[in-house]
């Protein structure tokens, strides 16, 4: 018999719990309730609470609205996105998730006390996500954004470094960076780095590297755009070759399963729980 287990220590992190439940408890009052972007990087628990009535819009439509509720998801946004509220009469429901909240804090702190001709802040993430927007808005977009070491060319290494990480990029990569950066820097200008990657989520590396290796199979369950879910697929991939990442059960194919005994169910912190129950339920199936 098939033995099939999900990963307890994949789903949503707290952040997109706390946005989650910030939504249901905002649509089960009256009226409309509008999210500035998907709530959440999986198109079918995106799905699921727009039957519930949620509206996503972008930041052009945002600018049309008048005296609506609009939701702000885990990622953060930036400070113009507030104004644009206060001045259209908005009612915000901030859903920032409080690690992203805190690195906001953190660096609007340091951007308003360096001096731009000795210094620079340094962001290491996904060049145009939203929590990095969110970050860089911090700045009035003039932090340096880089995603891997061929951006370091982009930094003044005659400068002073601020570096800060976006919370879901991996440990081992943004240890890299550093050292780069160490190396490269002029030696009589400072460098600090801020190790401000979630551990909640950084955490998850090694132990789904660990829950892949005790498979024949893993179905990793991520939506594309889930940039914690890059991370977490290519860990599983390490750790077992024979991974599959999908979106929906329906994208099993059962070629697949032809002579594996034990099948690992994973997935990103954007993947909910039922989604992954729902391909536990398709693997028995077939």
Known sequence: MRIVEIDQGSGFCFGVVNAIQSAENELAKDGELYCL?????????????????????????????????VLLRAHGEPPETYQ?????????IDATCPVVLQLQKK??????????????????GKAGHAEVNGLLGQTEGKAIVIEDKKDLEKIDFEKDIY??????????????IVGEIQNR??????????????????NRIPNIGKFAAH?????????????NGKVLLAECKKANPNTHRISVPADINPDWLQGVETVGICGATSTPKWLMEEVARKIEEV
């Not at 609470?49 to 600018?63: D, S």
């Open 107 to 124: 660096i609007l702190k340091h951007y308003r006390e360096l001096n731009p001709a000795e210094s620079q802040i340094v962001i290491f």
């Open 37 to 69: 972007g998907d709530i959440v990087h999986n198109s079918q628990e995106v799905a699921r609470l727009q039957q519930k009535g949620l509206i996503t819009v972008n930041h052009e439509q945002l600018r049309s609205l008048r005296n609506k509720r």
């Open 215 to 227: 498979h024949d199979l893993i179905l990793f369950v991520a939506g594309e755009k889930s940039s």
């Open 163 to 176: 570096l800060f990480s976006q919370t879901t990029m991996s440990v081992g990569d943004f240890k890299e």
């Open 84 to 92: 644009t509220a206060e001045k259209n009469s908005i009612r915000i």
């Open 185 to 202: 820097i002029n030696p009589e200008r400072r460098f600090k780095s801020f190790d401000t990657i979630c551990r909640q989520v950084a």
